[in-house]
């Protein structure tokens, strides 16, 4: 069995992506520049946010984060997704979910320009996606792929499930785990909470991407000897024994698959990790992009 160690190949890549930094400054030429909205005080959402911009200091972007109050408008946060538009100083942004329930989210992500959309939400990016054109992927999903990429795991022909339709994770890596090209050539099952006998699919898969969100949920009894798990979920489990108030934990009973798993992503430090990594790879590819 081994572990798919998002931690590790995060550094690796950041590692990398600050050599190119280095190189950019070394040719007198401007480093990528990430901006971050987050509306409210959501406890996950600032943990995320905050994450984001030590990255970015850690490998030699410039950050920006623009902390708007609970109460912001639907109005003035289009504004705020306007002026980020026009800057040309910002390579890439994002704007960060959920928002407070008196937004339309759907009105704000598309009102952000798709070259500067590093999260990848914007429907013109969500659909080159889909036809195999070059895009801004989401992190989550593109980080999926590159883990499997970078530990060799073979997907060519082998049937892939996903749990969870979501337009973040399930929905994409559905696409991305279907297409043509190195990591990818799976045939895909896409699952939610609508699917009858679930458990009749993830015992046939050999590739189970899940991210629905329930602490523990796939048991060993659910899946066939050898298969890859890849977990998603991150759920935030009250504990008062702990200084935090609560543990995080994935959607996967890890100590139970991971006797008959051959890959597995530990939750923390396998999928989460690699999310922030490919957002500011979105942003140096941004970047690029902006200075042709
Ligand atoms: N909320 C949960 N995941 C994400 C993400 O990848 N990007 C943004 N902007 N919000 C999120």
Avoid: W
């Amino acid at each position: 069995m081994e572990i798919l160690d998002g931690k590790k190949i995060s550094n690796d890549i950041k590692d990398e992506l600050a050599i190119q930094v280095t190189e950019l400054k070394e040719r007198g030429e401007k480093v990528p520049h990430l901006a971050a909205v987050l509306v409210g005080n959501d406890g996950a959402s600032l943990t995320y946010v905050g994450s984001k911009v030590r990255s970015c200091k850690k490998i030699g972007f410039e950050s920006t984060l623009i902390h708007l109050p609970e109460d912001t408008t639907e109005e003035t946060l289009l504004q705020q997704v306007d002026d980020l538009n026009k800057n040309t100083d910002i390579d890439g942004y994002i704007v960060q979910l959920p928002l407070p329930k008196h937004i339309d989210e759907e009105k704000v992500l598309m009102a952000v320009d798709p070259d500067k959309d590093v999260d990848g939400f914007h429907p013109t990016n969500f659909g080159k996606m889909a036809l195999d054109m070059e895009s801004f992927v989401p992190a989550t999903p593109f980080g999926i792929m590159e883990l499997l990429r970078r530990y060799d795991v073979e997907t060519e022909g082998k049937h892939t499930v996903v749990i969870g339709r979501s337009h973040i994770v399930g929905r994409p890596i559905s696409i991305l785990m279907s297409q043509k090209g190195k990591a990818a050539n799976s045939t895909v099952s896409l699952t939610h909470s609508r699917t009858k006998d679930l458990k009749k699919f993830t015992q046939e898969a050999d590739i189970i991407v899940s991210a629905l969100g329930v602490p523990d949920f796939l048991k060993a009894d659910m899946v066939k000897e050898g298969v890859v798990i890849i977990d998603v979920g991150i759920t935030r489990v009250p504990d008062e024994s702990r200084e935090r108030g609560y543990y995080i934990t994935g959607d996967v009973d890890f100590a139970d698959v991971s006797k008959k798993a051959s890959h597995i992503t530990p939750v923390p430090g396998g999928v989460g990790p690699m999310t922030i990594a490919m957002l500011l790879k979105n942003t140096m590819i941004a970047r690029g992009r902006h200075s042709a």
